[in-house]
């Protein structure tokens, strides 16, 4: 089985059998849009919620909004099915502690809520997540099973 590395601010199509790997994922979020029946899926390591301006990003995969979108466009592209998609997320974890920054404020949970917005926007499910905390991940995302796994030094290894 091929692995392949997700770089930060970028995302990757795979088909089966492979795995889509982001290592360092901090208050960064990583989104997997799985198609099952045909095994292809597509993951980013989005960095920012959003532009404040509006504006499109040179890198597609840099903002939560442009990254989903280009999934969508790719795993359509490619054969799948809208109806058939489905949504795994991890990530967007609170690094650092600022006495001027509140919880609610942190990078991580604005990610984290933005892909989730998104994902409703756009109608598909969210199926599973491993969100949050104050510790870094390693994710994993297979496409012969459509499970992701995450690896953490701190709560050792999660799989949804």
Not at 70 to 83: F, I, P, T
């Amino acid at each position: 089985m091929s692995r392949i590395r997700v770089p930060f601010a970028s995302y990757l199509l795979a088909e089966n059998p492979a795995i889509l790997a982001c290592h360092g994922v901090g208050s960064c979020v990583v989104v997997a849009l799985y198609d099952g029946q045909i095994k292809l899926a597509a993951v980013a390591h989005i960095m920012l919620p959003g532009r404040s301006d509006g504006g499109k990003s040179l890198r597609s995969a840099q903002y939560s909004d442009q990254a989903i979108e280009a999934m969508m466009e790719e795993l359509a592209r490619r054969g799948s099915s809208r109806d058939r998609w489905v949504a795994k997320m991890a990530g967007g974890a609170q690094m650092f502690l600022f006495s001027s920054l509140l919880a609610d404020e942190s990078p991580g949970k604005r990610n984290v809520e933005a892909v989730t917005r998104k994902l409703n926007e756009e109608g598909i499910p969210l199926i599973g997540s491993d969100v949050g905390k104050n510790f870094g991940r390693t994710v994993e995302f297979h496409t012969d099973s459509g499970q992701m796994i995450i690896r953490t030094i701190c709560e050792g290894t999660r799989v949804i």
